[in-house]
């Protein structure tokens, strides 16, 4: 069984475009995350929930809009996509002092 | 500013041999620090979670050291084998935000070579 996933593995679109990547964890965990993994591998956290409310947000542009329609799942929507935006992003879950268990990533590429 | 640095961004090691790789970080007060284990095309797998007040972790070939002095953990893969070769990423979890804000390193990439 998946612990997290994520939909689509591949994203491929035109500039300006909105789109939307899911993600699911089936652990339990009460804390869901969105990271970004830019071409020199550096991976970044955008965002952080706990129990469906938002508790970090890294200066992220608010193009990018999270939500959390329950503890088990935490959806990214990119509005108005931009070339910088293509990067690789991985979404986690965690408890609140225990590892963090990263889904397989969508590789997201703006043309 | 706060900083994360991973001591070089590849590394080769000839099999049997240990790796060390290395974790250095300023301006930072981290209750604990983990080490996760990346493959090509895939998400970050953790390895390994040593805390503040914690010298040294052991788990089969691995072993990761502490030191809050020096702001620097120590990864180590003993008997190093070429299913070893992946990047490898320090993360630190700052005191008083537990698990909501793991600030990650840039990564080293080890080739264990045959």
């Known amino acids: ?111 | 500013s706060q900083k994360i640095e991973q001591n070089s961004e590849a590394l080769n090691i000839q099999e049997g041999k240990t790796a060390t790789l290395t974790c250095n970080y300023t301006n930072y007060s981290p209750a604990y620090l983990q080490w996760y284990r990346q493959d090509p095309g895939r998400g970050p797998v953790f390895l390994l979670l040593i805390r503040e007040n914690e010298k040294e972790k052991r788990k089969e070939r691995l072993k990761v050291t502490f030191d809050t002095t020096l702001k620097q953990s120590l990864f180590h893969i003993t008997a190093s084998q070429p299913a070893d070769s992946a990047t490898y990423l320090c993360a630190l979890a700052r005191r008083g935000f537990g698990n909501e804000k793991l600030t990650f390193g840039t990564g080293t990439r080890l080739t264990i070579i045959p």
Request: proline share 5%.
């Open chain 1, 1 to 111: 069984d998946t612990a997290v996933s994520q939909t689509p593995k591949y994203l491929v679109t035109q500039m300006g475009n909105d789109k939307s990547i899911k993600c699911e964890q089936n652990l339990g965990h009460d804390t869901m995350y969105w990271y970004k993994q830019d071409s020199k591998k550096f991976l970044k956290i955008m965002f952080s929930y706990n129990n469906k409310e938002l508790i970090i947000n890294e200066t992220v542009p608010n193009r990018f809009s999270p939500k959390s329609p329950d503890k088990a799942h935490l959806n990214l929507h990119i509005n108005s996509l931009e070339l910088g935006d293509s990067a690789v992003y991985f979404c986690a879950s965690s408890s609140r002092t225990d590892t963090q268990y990263f889904g397989p990533g969508t590789r997201l590429t703006v043309l």
